[in-house]
């Protein structure tokens, strides 16, 4: 069973930054695809950033130029930069995994890590 454990939330002033991880328990970030997700209170789940087994990455338009998805392979880790936060970024962020085999479809999530951004 694949783990994933979040890390580096908290409260920041209006265009501060953070950076986010997420730790795998398997070496899995290499093979499958990673994201960082959020939901806000009495909203949906919505896609931030993935980064894709082979390194490529995609930004919800609302975060582009804002912040960064990065991964580790050596440490199994996925990293989420954010700056000039807003407080329209505050929401509980989570990581994910996904993969694709053949007819078959793997997805984990992580519990979830709390970012407040608030003067």
């Known amino acids: 069973q694949v783990q994933l454990v979040e890390s580096g939330g908290g409260l920041v002033q209006p265009g501060g930054s953070l950076r986010l991880s997420c730790v795998t328990s398997?070496?899995?970030?290499?093979?499958?695809?990673m994201g960082w997700y959020r939901q806000a209170p009495g909203k949906q789940r919505e896609l931030v950033a993935t980064?894709?087994?082979?390194?490529?990455?995609n930004y919800a338009d609302s975060v582009k130029g804002r912040f960064t998805i990065s991964r580790d392979s050596s440490e199994n880790t996925v990293y989420l930069q954010m700056s000039s936060l807003k407080p329209e970024d505050t929401a509980v962020y989570y990581c994910?995994?996904?993969?694709?085999?053949?007819?078959?479809?793997?997805?984990?999530w992580g519990q979830g890590t709390q970012v407040t951004v608030s003067s």
């Open positions: 980064i894709s087994s082979g390194g490529s990455s």
């Open positions: 398997v070496s899995i970030i290499s093979i499958y695809a």
């Open positions: 994910n995994a996904y993969r694709m085999l053949g007819r078959s479809t793997y997805s984990y």
